[in-house]
């Protein structure tokens, strides 16, 4: 099994930063991908950043220039630098990670609010 433990949430005024993190721990053996998704409310949950094995890294659009994903090998965790955040960044934000050949694993989710 894996488990998938997030931190950094918080309230941040809009023009903020947060910094999200991500220990994995468990079987984490042919990982494809660590990812960070998030949902707001009413809506569907959506893909923020990746980052491959290799360190490839991917952004969704709305995110581009503003968040950072990062990952430590040698510590197995994740993390998400969250800069000029704006309210409809608002949204619980999870964790999750990509495997070759079995489910993914998704951490419990942290809430972001940026409000003034």
């Known amino acids: 099994q894996v488990q998938l433990v997030e931190s950094g949430g918080g309230l941040v005024q809009p023009g903020g930063s947060l910094r999200l993190s991500c220990a994995a721990s468990?079987?984490?053996?042919?990982?494809?991908?660590m990812n960070w998704y998030r949902q707001a409310p009413g809506k569907q949950r959506e893909l923020v950043a990746a980052?491959?094995?290799?360190?490839?890294?991917s952004y969704a659009d709305s995110v581009k220039g503003r968040f950072t994903i990062s990952r430590d090998n040698a510590k197995n965790t994740v993390s998400l630098q969250m800069n000029s955040l704006k309210p409809e960044d608002t949204a619980v934000y999870y964790c999750?990670?990509?495997?070759?050949?079995?489910?993914?694993?998704w951490g419990q989710g942290t809430q972001v609010t940026v409000s003034s």
């Open positions: 999750n990670v990509r495997f070759g050949g079995k489910a993914p694993a």
């Open positions: 468990g079987s984490l053996f042919n990982i494809y991908s």
């Open positions: 980052i491959t094995d290799g360190g490839s890294t």
